[in-house]
């Protein structure tokens, strides 16, 4: 399953090569499956990041060592987030990319009104990161997430290696089938950045305006667009 694809595949060659990673790597280390990802991808392959923490970026770095690392400037981070991204591609070996919308804030204020994310978040996130990544990820054959299996019950079934439909590529989750536990002695041994919000009482980090502080004995993501029946940005769903 090693070795650099050779020419362009098409997307049923790539999924068919999903599929068989997804089931091959299932047990597999998450250094294990970043490794197969770039020995298979090399310069097509990307990671994204919330910059929640560079858990996921760390890992790749370590096998792929100037890896792109996707960032998506929403225009409503927080400012501590933005700080994690400059101090991730201050002292980590990635090369980090940042994605913008097609509009900022104040001209898509302007053609939806103010405070779409009120409004109509579903429409607001699509704007703001759907749009962008898709953009953003075309020359990659396969991006990895830092998605996890016990952050929600949406995430519960998430593969190791999947096949994105929405956009006809390899999805590479090397962390799946971590725990907090897992990522929590993975940042304390090897000093990997994290967003300073999670010592702040938040567990998952998005934009400012739908992202709250977590109430004890609430799942990790029940802070984002708390309320709502909303669950997913897009991204993943």
């Known amino acids: 399953m090693t070795g650099t694809l050779r020419g362009e595949p098409t997307a049923e060659e790539l999924e068919r090569l999903?599929?068989?990673a997804g089931r091959e790597l299932a047990?597999?280390?998450?250094?294990d499956i970043l490794r197969w990802a770039a020995d298979t991808f090399g310069s097509r392959f990307c990671v994204t990041s919330s910059?929640?923490?560079?858990?996921?970026?760390h890992l790749a770095s370590r096998v792929l060592?100037?890896?792109?690392?996707?960032?998506?400037?929403?225009?409503?981070?927080?400012p501590e987030t933005i700080g994690t991204r400059d101090a991730v591609e201050a002292v980590m070996d990635v090369h980090v990319i940042t994605l913008t919308p097609r509009q900022t804030v104040?001209?898509?204020?302007?053609?939806?009104g103010p405070k779409l994310h009120d409004r109509d978040p579903d429409l607001c996130c699509r704007l703001r990161k759907v749009e962008p990544l898709e953009g953003g990820l075309t020359s990659y054959l396969a991006w990895a997430t830092g998605l996890r299996r016990d952050e929600s019950p949406t995430r519960a079934n998430t593969p190791v290696v999947g096949w994105d439909e929405k956009r006809h590529k390899i999805k590479v989750s090397p962390i799946a089938f971590w725990t907090q536990d897992d990522v929590d002695a993975y940042v304390a041994e090897h000093?990997?950045?994290t967003n300073p919000l999670l010592m702040d009482g938040y567990t998952s980090v998005g934009c400012a305006p739908c992202t709250r502080r977590v109430l004890e004995g609430e799942e990790a993501r029940?802070?984002?667009?708390?309320?709502?029946g909303k669950t997913e940005c897009g991204l993943h769903n």
Not at 70 to 77: I, S
Not at 222 to 228: T, V
């Open 18 to 20: 999903a599929v068989r």
């Open 27 to 31: 047990d597999a280390s998450a250094p």
């Open 51 to 57: 910059m929640e923490d560079a858990v996921v970026a």
């Open 65 to 78: 060592p100037g890896v792109d690392v996707v960032f998506l400037d929403t225009g409503y981070h927080f």
């Open 106 to 112: 104040a001209e898509q204020d302007a053609a939806y």
């Open 191 to 193: 000093g990997v950045l």
């Open 222 to 228: 029940a802070g984002r667009w708390a309320g709502r």
